[in-house]
């Protein structure tokens, strides 16, 4: 055993070395199916998404076994016939739950919300500068806590052995109440390790900017901290919005380092819709976008290559600024020129270095 773990760690410490190919393994869930609809999908009521099917490794007397177990054989066989350079890991990548952020922007509506409140730290009731959970996002959290629950007593699902969560605190949050008290094994208790790489793509909103270390510390004095997180957040300034090339360059080095480092095959990763979405284009995974507090699993096929034989690599463009108005702006288009922000009376969006914040 300990010999065994031994190989596989030096297998997995080799990797760094070399370029990582991900993708997507599809047949198994109804995410990564063209004809599944993403709009009404509820992963509580199909089994997380997992097909009802037999698979050639399922054990002659299958019937005892559940559909989720014999998965976890499919996964095991796929990993004990694999070439050395190549590694299957199942994702479990949660969405956090409603922050006061999605709150504010269902009431302002998007267009006065990208253009002009996401720009502010909350209105006179709110706070949505890194945005706590509203009582709708906790019920989303309890809701994924009773799902796991059931999924552990009936289906007996191999349930993570790591878990990585963002240091937004509506992520934190999530990732407490979505695996507090539930049956898990010894060997992998829910000790999360907080990534700062796993964080929303990092726009001029305020929901996008970290607590300090000291507060998510001693917020959640459970949680591990990854190496070289820093006091306060490096990477917001208010000005300038992370392109969707770098938050992809970032999603791989965040799959990168885990996959080099850690050996385990069943991961759970608490983040946010962007960054999911930046996710399962790395992997290859077609789009599905979550609703706020949902769960989608990817089985991942991760193959070691010589970086010269990559058939995709990622180029980040530089963030850019994102133009505002200082009033609530006639409307917004995703993306284009302006932010997409269309001010009153036809007056130009400005560029200043926004808004003044506590430094
Ligand atoms: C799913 O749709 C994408 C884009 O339309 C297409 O490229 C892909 O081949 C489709 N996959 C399957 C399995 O039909
Ligand atoms: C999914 O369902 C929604 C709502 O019925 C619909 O508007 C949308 O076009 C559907 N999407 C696809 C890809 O079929
Ligand atoms: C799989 O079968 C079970 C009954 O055995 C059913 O409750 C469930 O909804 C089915 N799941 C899917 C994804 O079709
Ligand atoms: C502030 O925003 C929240 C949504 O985040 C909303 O529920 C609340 O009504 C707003 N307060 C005021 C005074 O407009
Ligand atoms: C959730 O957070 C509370 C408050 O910090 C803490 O007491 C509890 O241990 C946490 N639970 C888990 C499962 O992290
Ligand atoms: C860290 O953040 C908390 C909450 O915003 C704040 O109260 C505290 O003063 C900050 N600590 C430092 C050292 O900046």
Redesign the pocket.
């Known amino acids: 055993m300990v010999r065994l773990e031994l190989s596989l760690a030096l297998v997995c410490a080799t990797r760094s070395l070399a370029y990582i190919q991900y993708s997507t393994v599809t047949g198994y869930f109804l995410q990564d199916d063209n004809s599944t609809n993403a709009t009404f999908f509820d992963y509580t009521a199909t089994n997380f998404g997992l097909i009802n099917q037999s698979y050639p490794t399922d054990p002659k007397k299958a019937a005892p076994l559940t559909q989720w177990q014999r998965f976890a054989l499919v996964v095991s066989s796929l990993n004990a016939n694999a070439p050395k350079n190549v590694d299957y890991k199942v994702l479990f990548a949660g969405r956090h739950g409603e922050g006061?952020h999605n709150?504010?922007e269902s009431?302002y509506g998007t267009p006065a919300w990208n253009c002009d409140w996401s720009l502010l730290d909350g209105?006179?009731?709110?706070i949505?500068s890194d945005a706590h959970l509203t009582q709708k996002g906790i019920d989303q959290a309890l809701k994924a806590n009773a799902f796991w629950k059931s999924r552990i007593q009936s289906e007996k699902i191999p349930t993570p052995e790591s878990y990585y969560t963002s240091p937004l605190y509506r992520c934190l949050a999530t990732a407490n109440l979505t695996f507090s008290g539930l049956p898990l094994p010894a060997k992998h208790p829910f000790i999360p390790t907080v990534k700062n790489k796993l964080r929303e793509g990092i726009s001029e909103h305020t929901c996008d900017r970290r607590s300090n270390k000291t507060y998510i510390q001693n917020s959640f004095p459970t949680y591990r901290i990854e190496r070289g997180f820093t006091e306060y957040d490096e990477l917001w300034t208010g000005v300038t919005a992370e392109t969707s090339s770098a938050q992809d360059l970032r999603s791989k080095e965040l799959l990168d380092d885990i996959f080099s480092h850690d050996c385990s095959t069943y991961l759970s990763f608490t983040a946010h819709s962007g960054e999911i979405a930046s996710l399962l284009r790395v992997l290859g995974h077609r789009a599905f976008s979550l609703s706020t507090g949902a769960v989608i699993p990817v089985l991942i096929k991760a193959e070691t290559i010589d970086p010269a034989a990559a058939t995709s690599t990622i180029s980040a463009a530089s963030w850019t600024p994102s133009p505002h108005c200082t009033v609530p702006p006639v409307t917004s288009v995703s993306g284009g020129a302006n932010g997409g922000c269309v001010c009153p009376n036809g007056v130009a969006p400005v560029i200043t270095s926004l808004p003044p914040f506590p430094t």
């Open positions: 006061w709150a504010a009431y209105n006179k009731t709110a949505w």
